[in-house]
């Protein structure tokens, strides 16, 4: 089992430039969800799915987009990016929507942003 | 909603001294506590949790905490700290009415030999 992979590792882009974040389970995990870690502010929730179809916003979902055409994937897109996105960005899954599940985090991917 | 404070931003400890990390939530009824570690340039890992039972939980590397309704807190403890354990520590809580798990700011401890 891989577990949870994220690419790329490393990206810098410049402002108003596009991309997608990949993240990919192997686990057969229902719940995928992204975070976004930032000094002295801990992870925040950027948008969760429970399940393939299904996604919802969390904590500071304002600039990006995600999609959830299967159980294992959950790439997450920056239509335009700004400054304000550069960040350490996690994926995790968990076997199911409920939140006392152990969550599976990725290694990240560090953003910049110039 | 749920919310977990870590009043402590940063932790310095001698090895081999023993350590408390504080957590405390903000919650109506009975949370799911979580502590998540993070080495350096690595994802979080799992060191253990509380959603029901015994209110001293056990967890790996030789850590444990105890969830104490009374103060709303979820503190992680270890005896004995090995150089190994410098990281940062996440409390986290999650909800019977919410698919959502809300981490707190996080606590970078230091070992000094």
């Known amino acids: 089992n891989a577990g949870v992979t994220q690419t790329p590792k490393f990206q810098v882009l410049k402002t108003g430039q596009s991309m997608t974040l990949q993240c990919a389970q192997d686990?057969?995990?229902?719940?995928m969800s992204w975070y976004r870690q930032d000094p002295g502010m801990g992870l925040r929730l950027i948008h969760y799915?429970?399940?393939?179809?299904?996604?919802d916003q969390g904590e500071v979902p304002n600039g990006y987009n995600v999609s959830r055409s299967t159980t294992e994937d959950f790439p997450l897109r920056l239509l335009s990016a700004a400054p304000s996105q550069t960040s350490v960005y996690f994926c995790?899954?968990?076997?199911?929507?409920?939140?006392?599940?152990?969550?599976?985090f990725g290694p990240g991917t560090r953003l910049t942003v110039l | 909603a749920q919310s977990v404070t870590q009043p402590d931003i940063h932790i310095t400890v001698s090895e081999g001294a023993s350590l408390e990390l504080r957590c405390n939530y903000s919650?109506?009824?009975?949370?799911?506590l979580f502590w998540y570690v993070q080495s350096p340039g690595q994802g979080l890992q799992l060191l253990l949790k509380y959603f029901s039972g015994d209110t001293l939980v056990q967890g790996i590397k030789g850590f444990e905490a105890e969830f104490k309704r009374s103060q709303s807190s979820f503190n992680l403890r270890k005896p004995s700290v090995h150089w190994s354990d410098a990281a940062e520590y996440f409390c986290a809580v999650g909800a019977r009415d919410t698919d959502k798990l809300i981490f707190g700011t996080g606590t970078r401890l230091q070992v000094f030999p």
């Open positions: 919650y109506g009824a009975t949370p799911y």
């Open positions: 686990m057969n995990h229902e719940y």
């Open positions: 799915s429970v399940g393939a179809g299904i996604t």
């Open positions: 995790a899954s968990s076997y199911d929507r409920f939140s006392y599940n152990e969550q599976f």
